[in-house]
């Protein structure tokens, strides 16, 4: 394998831990506003309290990755973007500060504003990553230097909406199982419900994605004739989704968690599938980025494949161990939000 493979690949993991990851915590924030007591409020921000800034290390480290190993496309991805980028920025700002922020005063005014603006800036987040992935599946008008000549308008298209729908859907779906394993009582008993109509909602956006992509995206499919082999990670993607009810009725929610997280390890893969060698397509008159035009110098690439090496154990590490310490039920004192 060369080395621009090597870092299309480890990219492609970090993106998946990331989706996973931080995937049920914006879910948490995009379905709080279905919680309408004070004390449960509380307990689902508690819930991902300890756990959503170590989330967002997986999305440092791949932009931090992206930057180093494909800098020519990580440029024109930003510039091309730049816009949402930003409202992605602030969205993600947003969003740390309403959790920090909304226990400092007992103010109910105060508290609903925080809600409100978690509840915005989670569902902003998870929408603009999935625009994003829409328009990378769709690609972007680029010139002969590589550099995007369309505008933000142009970045909201049917297809890149639908697949930014369908990732807040995604996202709902999993934060309220994840939400259910950390809640007990009448809480859990509602948040059964929630698992249910959150898993439907998803069922039918990633019907309508799908076809979509069959007659918006007719190369999607190409790299499946090259390595039909990568039809297995379709068929196991289909059973993952099968499994989610079929756990959340016998009463384990925990294999329905797995299931979900396969789920969108599966999705992440197919994004992969689909674009693979390109970085951006370019629906212009100039060349798409591929993993050969667009990557930093061999030796550069294999520096940071040192680096990768080292550093990686570390963030590993460091997620087991959080996820160790606060395992459990989670529950309210002295010191929670």
Known sequence: MDLPTFW?????????????LDGFDLGVGIIHPFVRRETEKRLAINS????????????????????AAFPEAYATILSGMYFPVIVLLFSLIGRAVSIEFRSKRPSKLWRGYWDFSFFLSSFSVVFLFGLAAGNAMRGLPLDAAHEHVGSTLGLLGL??????????????????????LKTEGALQERIHGWMWRTFFVFLAAYVAVTGLTLLEVPHATDNFARWPAAWIVVGLNVLAIANIPRAIHQGKPGYAFVSSCCTIAALVFLFGMALFPHLVVSTGP?????IGNAAS??????????????????????TGIVYWVFRGKVKLGKFSY
Do not use: Q
């Open 8 to 20: 299309f690949l480890l990219i492609g993991v970090l993106l998946t831990g990331y989706a996973i």
């Open 286 to 290: 100039g060349p798409g980025l591929t």
């Open 297 to 318: 110098s061999r030796d550069t690439l294999g520096l940071m494949a040192i680096i990768a090496a080292i550093g990686m154990p570390f963030v590993l590490t460091y």
């Open 159 to 180: 297809y890149p909406i639908a697949v930014g729908l369908f990732a807040v859907c995604a996202a709902a779906m999993h934060g309220s199982i994840f939400l259910y």
């Open 48 to 67: 991902i309290g300890p756990l959503w800034d170590g989330n967002e290390v997986w999305l440092v480290t791949f932009g931090g990755a992206l930057f």
